[in-house]
């Protein structure tokens, strides 16, 4: 029976405290939206673009041709989307089809399963500091929730995931981690490259090696022009990794510069079968002295199907010292970011609700 919500307590108690999740809510048979999840006009993804056919963000870069003749272009190509939508699109990126599609399946497994075998991973009572089940970004501290579940996974190294990380998805979502791994860490010599700058192994690993694995679930949704999937936010990593199903949702800000003094626009990352979307986070922003961009972005609900994705946060280590690279900062005429350590960034960020690409504020150099 649907259960009966008398107040907003109540509801909240059912999806966010007891774990049942917006699925559990799905599941019981609502016909509507409550309240609580009706997102003020101002933070709904409205005047969306479609991306045409031809643009960089529904054209894949293939990945194999850095190794071949095409190399010099495909550098070009990832430069240019780093630097200007702060979203691609890659192929032959070192993670099989096969693999795609049983982590797919690996993460409807994991929300298939029944409330209380969920909500052992609910935050405070998770057995596990490296596994934690939720609903929404910020329950506690947003005034609208999202209308999404997710379980996310922090690696530390194979034998805490194999011990920890939930058995109905662990084996998948490691070998995903490690396989992107490899070419997370090639895109990113390129785009320091790029900017003249060479970093030894250590550091390259120190910026990135600190990962996440999230899953996400977003169930179907009677009124999607009244909900999110997620707020506009921007990542805090160095380099995200996506896997999303072929439902489609996801939406990056198009910035000023792009619109050309039009009004805010959002274009769709099109669901691309055997493609894995890369972008750019505040992390990288911040090192690149503000030239690559950490895109704002957000995911829109819908009331055909529901949807999957897979992130992985490529991000710094909690200690590692994150400001823009001296030779960049030199050759731009300034550090337009100060220098923070990572875990800095990362407290000032989470345990706020997404509000847009606000979270850079934290670090800005304030204009005399
Ligand atoms: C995120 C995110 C997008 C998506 O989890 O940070 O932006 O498509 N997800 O689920
Ligand atoms: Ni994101």
Partial sequence: MAPTFDDGNSLFDFVVKDGNGVKGLVDSGITKVPERFI????????KVVQS????????????????????????????????TLGFFQVINHGVS??????????????????????????KRVSPSPFVKYGTSFAPEQEKALEWKDFVSMVYTNDGDAQQHWPKVCKEEA??????SSKMVRRLLEILIGNLGVTLDDSR???????????????????????????????????????????????????????????????????????????????????????RYKSAEHGVRTTS?????????????????????????AEVDGGAVYREVMFQEYMSNH????????KSLDFVKVKAN
């Fill in 52 to 83: 045409s056919k031809d643009h960089f963000a529904s054209v894949p870069i293939d990945l194999s041709k850095l190794d071949g003749p095409d190399h010099d272009q495909v550098v070009e190509a990832i430069v240019r989307a780093a630097e």
């Fill in 97 to 122: 089809f096969d693999l795609l599609e049983s982590l797919k399946n690996a993460a409807q497994r994991f929300f298939a399963q029944p409330a209380d075998a969920k909500a052992v991973y609910l």
């Fill in 174 to 179: 490691l070998e995903y981690l490690k396989l």
């Fill in 350 to 357: 989470v345990g706020h609700a997404h509000e847009g690409k």
């Fill in 204 to 290: 390259l690993e120190s910026l990135i090696g600190n990962k996440i694995v999230n899953m996400n679930f977003y169930p179907i949704c009677p009124n999607p022009e009244l909900t999110i999937g997620v707020g506009r936010h921007s990542d805090m990593s160095i380099l995200t990794v996506l896997l999303q199903d072929n439902v489609g949702g996801l939406y990056v800000k198009l910035e000023e510069d792009i619109l050309d003094g039009r009004k805010e626009e959002w274009m769709e990352i099109p669901p691309i079968p055997g493609a894995l979307v890369i972008n750019a986070g505040d992390s990288l922003q911040i090192l690149s002295n503000g």
């Fill in 304 to 328: 055909k199907k529901s949807r999957i994705s897979i992130p992985v946060f490529n991000l710094p280590r909690p200690t590692e010292k994150i400001g823009p690279l001296p030779h960049v």
């Fill in 39 to 46: 997102q003020p006009p101002s933070e709904r993804i409205e």
